[in-house]
């Protein structure tokens, strides 16, 4: 499965974006979708996962409350509608995909990866 992620961009503290994750290739409704961040000088780090069907999700601690994780499998697309962000959360966003049997917050059991989409956000 190739992934796209898309919308990313410039917002001062307290604003919203929202990022696509578009799916090409194998069934989309196969793969558990994760949202990984990687900002300057920072490991990468996991933000949020959906499970096949959209209806388990897990997010980071740092993001809860403020972060949405979907999926809509017609249009082969993960959403992540960031509300209230801070400029902590500057960073580049990846989507990855999982084949795994079960919906994990680690990156490494990720198989593929999309080319990222960068967030700053302004204080």
């Known amino acids: 499965v190739q992934l796209q992620a898309s919308g990313g961009g410039l917002v001062q503290a307290g604003g919203s974006l929202r990022l696509s994750c578009a799916a090409s290739g194998r069934t989309f409704s196969n793969y558990h979708i994760g949202w990984f961040r990687q900002g300057p000088g920072k490991e990468r780090e996991f933000v949020a996962a959906?499970?096949?069907?959209?209806?388990?999700?897990y997010y980071a601690d740092s993001v809860k409350g403020r972060f949405t994780i979907s999926r809509d499998n017609f249009k082969n697309t993960v959403y992540l509608q960031m509300n209230s962000l801070k400029p902590e959360d500057t960073a580049v966003y990846f989507c990855?995909?999982?084949?795994?049997?079960?919906?994990?917050?680690?990156?490494?059991?990720?198989?593929?990866w999309g080319q990222g989409t960068l967030v700053t956000v302004s204080s």
């Open positions: 990855a995909a999982d084949l795994s049997a079960v919906l994990t917050r680690v990156w490494g059991r990720y198989d593929y």
């Open positions: 959906i499970n096949r069907s959209g209806g388990n999700t």
